[in-house]
């Protein structure tokens, strides 16, 4: 949801939207969904799943956008990443 809509939502204008967002988080709207992006790649992340795929599945255009991003917001790339830090996502069971 870009930034119109959410301000609409809430009935701003979409400047005072944007203002009011960056004022409470510290951070822009753009910045903050890039953010959620790369958290969901992370939560989407399966053994044996190609960087495209989950590029994909994450909502990144292709491969390359999510390299960029997590390049520009982490300083390094997914698959650096992968191999240093192996991400392993349970599911539990609500029980």
Same mark, same amino acid.
């Given at each position: 949801?870009?930034?119109?809509? +959410?301000?609409? $939502?809430? *009935?701003?204008?979409?400047? #005072? =939207? @944007?203002? +009011? =967002? %960056?004022?409470?988080? *510290?951070? !822009?709207?753009? %910045? =903050?969904?890039?953010?959620?992006?790369?958290? #969901?790649?992370?939560?989407?992340?399966? /053994?044996?799943?190609?960087?495209?795929?989950? $590029?994909?599945?994450? *909502?990144?255009? /292709?491969?390359?956008?999510? !390299? @960029?991003?997590? @390049? $520009?917001? =982490? /300083?390094?790339? &997914?698959? %650096?990443? $992968? #191999?240093?830090? &192996?991400? %392993?996502?349970?599911?539990?069971? &609500?029980?």
């Amino acid at each position: 949801m870009g930034g119109a809509e +959410l301000a609409a $939502a809430v *009935g701003l204008s979409e400047s #005072r =939207f @944007r203002h +009011l =967002f %960056r004022e409470e988080l *510290g951070v !822009n709207l753009k %910045r =903050f969904q890039l953010h959620l992006k790369c958290q #969901r790649a992370l939560t989407l992340w399966r /053994d044996g799943m190609s960087l495209t795929d989950l $590029a994909l599945a994450a *909502g990144f255009y /292709d491969q390359p956008h999510l !390299n @960029r991003t997590l @390049r $520009a917001m =982490f /300083d390094t790339l &997914p698959s %650096r990443y $992968a #191999r240093a830090f &192996p991400v %392993r996502v349970e599911h539990l069971d &609500p029980a």
